[in-house]
């Protein structure tokens, strides 16, 4: 996602796979210096992966650390973004009520809904 809350790229996970899952992929594709995630994103292996592109981690730390790395609180305000994307998306009713039963077709729907965000910039 850039700076405006526009996609990038996007990684379809199956609905019992949590979304950390397929972080190291939206690393790879990112082009930022800082990224941005929720607690479900600390995990020392996805910090390891964007220090070593480069890139700041500005993730609000799991409540369950012992030890909390510092993250800064100012920026990360800028994720609401990331919820306005979503629910950019909710919008298509079809990908909010999940119509498509197959994963290419779904998957299909979601690079056209990102496509049609991006023609109305």
């Known amino acids: 996602m850039d700076t405006l809350g ?10 019992q796979a949590h979304e950390a899952t397929v972080a190291e ?3 790879e594709h990112a082009h930022g ?3 941005l995630g929720d607690a479900a994103y600390d995990s020392k292996r996805i910090r390891d992966v964007l220090h070593e592109r480069g890139i700041e981690p500005v993730i609000r730390p799991n409540p369950t650390r012992k030890i909390k790395p510092a993250y800064d609180r100012h920026v990360f305000k800028e994720r609401h973004l990331v919820e306005v994307f979503f629910n950019r998306l909710k919008q298509f009713r079809r990908l909010a009520t999940r ?3 197959t994963t290419e077709s779904f998957a299909a729907l979601i690079h056209l809904a990102c496509a049609c965000m991006w023609a109305v910039l």
């Open 33 to 35: 210096d800082v990224f």
């Open 25 to 27: 992929a939206l690393i």
């Open 99 to 101: 119509y498509d039963k």
């Open 6 to 15: 526009q996609p990038l790229h996007v990684e379809l996970t199956p609905g």
